[in-house]
Nanobody, 125 residues
């Protein structure tokens, strides 16, 4: 059974940083397209960043210059480094995966077939 488990969320002051991790178990993640989404209360889940199996990346406009997505295939782990956090970044952050997607950057939620339970990020002003 494939599982995605996120960690690294928490409470941080505006301007601070957090690094989220997503560990994939049950299957090698090296061929998977991976992404981070977020969902704030009352809002739809939105893409934050995506990464292909080969390491190509895509960022939502609000994430450009502040967030960095990366992956360590040897550890079956995807990361989201978040710097210069703002109160509007407060949300539950979800790791998403799509298996056997060599070279694909998936930017739509419907393109993913695996997801984690989410990790809460709260940015205090």
């Amino acid at each position: 059974q494939v599982q995605l488990v996120e960690s690294g969320g928490g409470l941080v002051q505006a301007g601070g940083s957090l690094r989220l991790s997503c560990v994939v178990s049950g299957r090698t993640a090296s061929s998977a397209a991976m992404g981070w989404f977020r969902q704030a209360p009352g809002k739809e889940r939105e893409l934050v960043a995506a990464i292909s199996s080969g390491g190509n990346t895509y960022y939502a406009d609000f994430a450009k210059g502040r967030f960095t997505i990366s992956r360590d295939n040897a550890r079956n782990t995807v990361y989201l480094q978040m710097n210069s956090l703002k109160p509007e970044d407060t949300a539950v952050y979800y790791c998403e995966g799509r298996g056997f997607a060599y070279g694909m950057i998936a930017t739509k939620l419907t393109e993913y077939d695996l997801w984690g339970q989410g990790t809460q990020v709260t940015v205090a002003s």
